[in-house]
């Protein structure tokens, strides 16, 4: 198993791993446990350059996961954390004392997701959308076409096929 | 889920102390923003001067410099050594009052929309306006996405499409040409079309964009 | 203490938690806006300052106004689908989006590009690099008032979207790095073309660092401005040419390898300074290095192989459940993609991480507090960022 | 003393004969810029153009009284310049209205203009209208110092405040020029001619990447092309001052304006390759450079 996993797993509950490639590595863990876990990986192991936050949305399972990669330059080394939050009334502390510029994720995530995060600076303002009337756009139940067919004039004679459907039909005419 | 209310802390009406210790009242939608809806301008009556003013419109075209889109990085190259949109009398205002001509460089989002409609309105009559890419004509890439407008012509007076995606300065060069035959035989009338249709354009543009800091009356 | 030198005991002091209190009626502040409609302002973003007398006391960044919903859009085509629309996400420099999403779908799908497909997109990411850069060098240079020298790098970077052009068929959106490999192998004679086009370039180079870099007006603007502490490096996630200028070797290339980059023999240019001027330097030279790399690329790319790996039909492509990160080093900073798939014939989450997103906010806002307002728009510049890849 | 009405019409032949030169000088020079950025440049006509189609808007909003008067008070420093010198030394038609005192009201009327533009754009109530005038009120102070300190120098070595006799006193060869024979007075008038031309490195008052064009920025058909008529006459009336204070005048049209088009050509050609200063670096720079060498012709002379 990964070196960095042998290390990491006496002393925080690590849930899933997953070594993606030598250099990237994937934990999961309780929610509970992140901050500890990001301090410890920032001032102990040197993943002191946070990449990305961002969250999946798993609506079959009911949770979002929420994906923190570090980076460890000198080791060019990477780690993803993942948190799964419950979907309905996600929130999660904030991390920006951490990285400040978290905040700025944080606050998408806020607008895009609907997920919370008390305390972040700023994290009520409008950041990408401005005055949004549906679900947050980047959750799975939020149809992206349904909206745009109810709520924008679309030219006429555009003719749209389901790709999949299409091509089906050019190339297997008689049916698969 | 039409209801949500967008007014903003610094949009009320408010009692503020100015430096000198003075009271007074501010109401920042009727101060801020002009309330007369655009009017028709006819044009000059006498015919030769009408030419004369649609030959020198022509020739002079001022580019509002604002970026909309993607198109906007072809817009370098256009007013450089290769395509050198100078020679055809063709430059860039920053600012909206000195401009003649928006060219919406691309797609547009809900968020830019409402400066575009802003700065056009900004504009003084006559203008003119060129649509750039597929993007402002139908979509384009953008067909099903949740945040642009799907035809411009909707929201503002559209004088000219270029196609593409993007379009090549040669195409956009061409698409100056055509608009200036346009201009010349005095048919660029956009700004008189969208005065006479305001409460069309209005409506249209009060479906999309929900948080519009402007008078209620303007809407 | 110069002449010129503000009184700062009229400006307010920061709260506790970081936040000012202006008072924007007491007249002592004026509140401006630039952009998105302001040609100091690189692309389509705004921003909000709030200034007492020359100086700007706090900046705020707003965005949102390119936001296509790229991420949501690529949740709703296959694969091969996405493939056309990522390269629109960053306009300046779309080739990183094009790699980063082809490497990683290869990765989840178990795919391995062929050799010679990995060398011809070593060539269009540092082609690419030598556009956007040219772009930063007029761009810097305007934003000082010096018109010129962006006529002259825009003059050779169409040069090089000639070279694009005849590769790929298109100037800005090539859609040449296809999940799998490359669309084409390299055109008869562009060797040739290529060597023409680079020697232009380093003779527009040579007399764009004679007029705007040996210019003492410049200098004076440019010197110790905007500096950017090494300190603030990992807090706020700068990357690229902008860390490098800090004096931190800070390049994916070099720290995590990619494509051919292992074979190809170059050391990442660094400066020591940190302020305006070094970036621009480090930048210019970091172009020069590019030019260096496409020799090399040239000289050592091999003749023929086939240019696209098997990759499965496309009515039946699904990519079993898994995530990774994919990251490489474009001229702005580091350039990834994280994606998410689930077993589907579509991806289920794709984030974007572009460099601009920390620098044109927290960095930026950080930067711009106590600036001239003369130069807001050269600091912004500086950072190099584009908006479409802050949004999506 | 009769008036002599003529004057009226001779006045207005000069303004019609500086006007059209100056709508092409500036297409040529912007031409010459375009030349260095490998560019063919716009047509020789485009000035005419874009004025006719300003003055063709249909449409024009307002601020307020001042806001009108602002280009008009912006004209009249022109073309008050203008008709206060005598344009063509020895020509009855061409030397306007030039008297025994008319050096003083030359430099009221250099400074007429910015003052004029202050009161229109604080009217219009844009912010960066505001920014930019108070840029343009200090650098045109800054580089009137200059200037100022040149002309007392040359009225104190001819001693006289008559243009006219100004020019006389040149006359008779190249060294009798004031260029040669107080090149320091020269010198500073030079540095401050820089400075009131707009143009690179003190172009700090349009700046269009910093403040969206500063004091026009709400400027808009009629009122800019007042603006711009300004615009080709002022720059063409303040080289005439030069050429008559310092280059021995003109004693015939094709001789101004090849004198015109050389001084000019000095600002274009410092332009073009240089970004701008920031405003306190401006300043900085005239009082550094600018007024020793102005205080230094005082005291030679």
């Known amino acids: ?176 | 889920m039409q209801s949500k209310d967008f007014s903003k802390a610094e949009l009320q009406k408010r009692t503020v102390t100015g430096p000198d210790g003075v009271e007074f009242e501010v109401d920042p939608m009727r101060d801020y923003f002009c309330e007369a809806p655009p009017t028709v301008m006819p044009p000059a009556y006498i015919k030769i001067v009408e030419d004369l003013f649609n030959w020198a419109r022509a020739e002079s075209i001022w580019i509002l410099g604002f970026g909309t889109g993607c198109g906007a990085i072809e817009m370098r190259p256009l007013m450089t050594p290769r395509f050198d949109a100078y020679r055809y009398g063709i430059q860039w205002r920053p600012t909206p009052r000195q401009a003649n001509l928006f060219v919406i460089s691309g797609y547009l989002s809900v968020k830019t929309l409402k400066r575009a409609i802003r700065s056009y309105e900004q504009m003084q009559n006559p203008k003119y306006v060129v649509g750039l890419g597929s993007c402002t004509i139908n979509g384009g890439m953008y067909w099903d996405s949740y945040n642009t407008i799907k035809r411009l012509d909707d929201y503002l007076p559209v004088d000219l499409y270029i196609t593409g995606c993007m379009p090549r300065p040669e195409a956009l060069l061409q698409g100056f040409m055509d608009l200036k035959k346009v201009i010349r035989a005095g048919n660029a009338e956009g700004a008189n079309r969208y005065a006479e249709n305001f409460a069309w354009y209005k409506a249209n543009q009060k479906q999309i964009i929900h948080d519009w800091d402007m008078p209620e009356y303007s809407w | 203490m110069g002449i010129f030198d503000a009184d700062r005991s009229q400006y307010p002091t920061p709260g506790p938690d970081g936040s000012l209190d202006i008072d924007l009626t007491s007249g002592k502040y004026l509140k401006l806006w630039q952009g998105p409609n302001h040609p100091g302002i690189t692309g389509n973003m705004s921003l909000e300052l709030i200034v007492c007398g020359d100086e700007v006391v706090k900046g705020t960044t707003h965005v949102g106004y390119l936001h296509r919903g790229f991420e949501k859009l690529m949740e709703r085509r296959t694969f091969i689908q996405c493939f056309p629309i990522v390269c629109r996400i960053c306009v300046p420099e779309p080739d990183f989006n094009e790699y980063c999403y082809a490497a990683a779908v290869e990765e989840l799908a178990g795919i391995q590009a062929p050799e010679r497909a990995n060398w011809i997109r070593t060539l269009i990411l540092e082609m690419g690099r030598i556009n956007s850069y040219l772009m930063y060098l007029g761009g810097q240079a305007g934003a000082f008032g010096l018109g010129v020298i962006a006529q002259w790098t825009t003059y050779v970077r169409d040069l090089m979207l000639d070279r694009f052009e005849e590769l790929s068929g298109a100037r800005i959106y090539h859609m040449f790095i296809l999940p799998g490999g490359v669309r084409d192998g390299l055109p008869d004679g562009f060797e040739q073309r290529m060597e023409e086009t680079l020697r232009e370039i380093e003779e527009t180079l040579q007399q764009v660092y004679d007029v705007m870099f040996c210019n003492a007006v410049f200098k004076k603007r440019a010197v110790g401005l905007g500096y950017v502490d090494p300190a603030w490096i990992e807090p706020y996630g700068i990357t690229g040419p902008v860390a490098r200028a800090a004096g931190v070797a800070n390049d994916v290339r070099k720290d995590q390898p990619y494509l051919v980059y292992p074979e190809l023999d170059f050391e990442p240019v660094i400066g020591h300074d940190s302020d305006l001027y070094t970036r621009a330097d480090v930048r210019r030279r970091d172009l020069l290095l590019s030019v260096d790399l496409i020799r090399q690329i040239l000289a050592g790319m091999p003749s023929d192989g086939p240019l696209m790996a098997e990759i499965p039909s496309v009515l039946h492509w699904r990519i079993p459940r898994g995530e990774t990160y994919i990251r490489g080093e474009c001229s702005r900073g580091e350039y990834g993609y994280y994606l998410v798939t689930d077993g589907s014939g579509y991806p289920r989450r794709v984030n974007v991480r572009g460099p601009s997103y920390t620098h044109a906010v927290a960095l930026f806002e950080r930067l711009v507090v106590n600036v001239n307002i003369s130069d807001v728009a050269a600091l912004l510049v500086s950072l190099h960022t584009y908006p479409p890849e802050i949004e999506r | 003393m009769s008036f002599d009405w003529m004057k009226i019409v001779y006045a207005l032949l000069t303004l019609f004969i500086v006007v059209n030169y100056g709508m092409i000088i500036t297409a040529i020079f912007q031409k010459i810029g375009a030349r260095i950025g490998r560019r063919y440049g716009i047509p020789v006509w485009q000035n005419y153009a874009d004025l006719i189609k300003n003055y063709g808007l249909r449409s024009s909003i307002t601020h307020g009284t001042m806001f009108y008067l602002g280009p008009v008070f912006r004209l009249t420093g022109g073309v008050g310049l203008l008709l206060f010198i005598p344009v063509i030394y020895g020509s009855e038609i061409f030397s306007n209205f030039s008297f025994a005192g008319d050096l003083i009201l030359i430099l009221y009327f250099v400074f007429f203009g910015t003052l004029g533009m202050a009161l229109g754009a604080a009217e219009s109530g844009h912010p960066y209208s505001a920014i930019g005038i108070t840029r343009g009120l200090s650098q045109v102070t800054a580089s009137e110092l200059p200037f100022a300190l040149a002309v007392f120098a040359i009225a104190l070595q001819y001693q006289t405040l008559s243009v006219t006799e100004i020019v006389a006193a040149q006359q008779g060869g190249y060294l009798n020029w004031t260029l040669f024979t107080n090149p320091l007075a020269v010198m500073a008038a030079m540095l401050s001619f820089l400075g009131s031309m707009m143009r690179p490195p003190f172009d700090v008052v349009l700046a269009p990447q910093e403040i969206p064009i500063g004091p026009p920025t709400e400027y808009h058909s009629s009122y800019l092309a007042l603006m711009q008529t300004n615009r080709m006459i002022f720059p063409i009336a303040k080289i005439a001052v030069y050429v008559c204070l310092f280059f021995g005048g003109a004693v015939s049209w094709p001789i101004f304006f090849l004198k015109v088009f050389l001084i000019y050509f000095v600002s274009v050609f410092v332009g073009v390759v240089f970004p701008r200063f920031r405003v306190e670096q401006s300043i900085r720079w005239f009082l550094i450079w600018g007024v020793p060498i102005g205080i230094l012709a005082i005291l030679v002379a």
Not at chain 1, 139 to 160: A, I, V, W
């Open chain 1, 1 to 176: 198993m990964h070196p960095l996993y042998e290390r990491l797993k006496h002393l925080f509950p690590l849930d899933e791993v997953t070594e993606q490639r030598p250099d990237l590595l994937f934990v999961t863990l309780p929610r509970e446990h992140l901050r500890s876990l990001l301090l410890h990986l920032r001032d102990i192991e040197g993943f002191s350059h946070l990449v990305l936050l961002t969250a999946v949305d798993w609506i079959e399972e009911g949770q979002f996961q929420l994906t923190y990669l570090l980076h460890n330059r000198p080791k060019a080394q990477d780690i993803g954390v993942r948190i799964k939050l419950a979907r309905d009334s996600a929130t999660m502390e904030s991390i920006h004392t951490l990285w400040p510029t978290a905040a700025t994720y944080q606050r998408e995530l806020r607008e895009m997701f609907g997920i919370d995060f008390p305390g972040s600076p700023g994290v009520e303002e409008d950041f990408i959308l401005e005055g949004w009337i549906d679900l947050p756009p980047y959750r799975r139940d939020f149809d992206t076409k349904k909206f745009s067919d109810e709520n924008y004039n679309h030219r006429p004679g555009r003719e749209t096929h389901d790709p999949a459907e299409y091509m089906k039909q050019q190339l297997y005419p008689n049916g698969l």
